[in-house]
């Protein structure tokens, strides 16, 4: 069974009301994953200057808070930039998608390595599935759009 063309002329791509639509939703989705990891960050963040308060900080050495804040600023900063090109329909937007799929992915490695370092348990590997599944459905639908984009380009 042949695929159906997305594309009015036959040829793999999608068309530029399918275009405005995909974007959105894939912007809607940025927009979602940034926000919960914002979330997530002011939490991570709060207690690591609670710790700093206490006296801690001696203990945590200066390359993995510079790594927290790099991986942490890159979660949150990289899906917002692609959903507000998206959205604003951009040239650079395809560029910045790819970056922020790319980013996720690692992140999400980086993540459930940490996660799922001292051992499996049933919470964890549904913490795994979930937040790996979500990472990965992202990137994939992202580098899906960017590359469909591209072939209507050409």
């Not at 917002?80 to 970056?99: F, K, P, Y």
């Not at 599935?129 to 380009?153: D, E």
């Amino acid at each position: 069974m042949a695929p159906l063309p997305c594309h009015p002329s036959g040829e793999p791509g999608i068309a530029k009301a399918n275009q405005r639509e995909h974007g959105k939703i894939l912007a809607v989705l940025f927009i979602l994953f940034g926000a919960a990891h914002l979330v997530l960050v002011s939490f991570v963040w709060s207690i690591v200057f609670a710790l700093a308060r206490e006296g801690y900080l001696r203990e945590l050495p200066w390359f993995q808070m510079l790594a927290l804040l790099g991986v942490t600023l890159s979660l949150i900063a990289t899906p917002l930039i692609s959903a507000i090109a998206l959205l604003r329909q951009r040239a650079w937007a395809d560029g910045m998608v790819s970056v922020a799929c790319l980013v996720i992915l690692a992140a999400g490695f980086i993540v459930l390595r940490y996660a799922l370092r001292p051992g499996f348990s049933m919470t964890r590997l549904m913490f795994g599935v979930l937040y790996g599944g979500t990472n990965l459905a992202i990137s994939v639908y992202g580098l899906w759009f960017v590359t469909r984009r591209a072939q209507a380009k050409a």
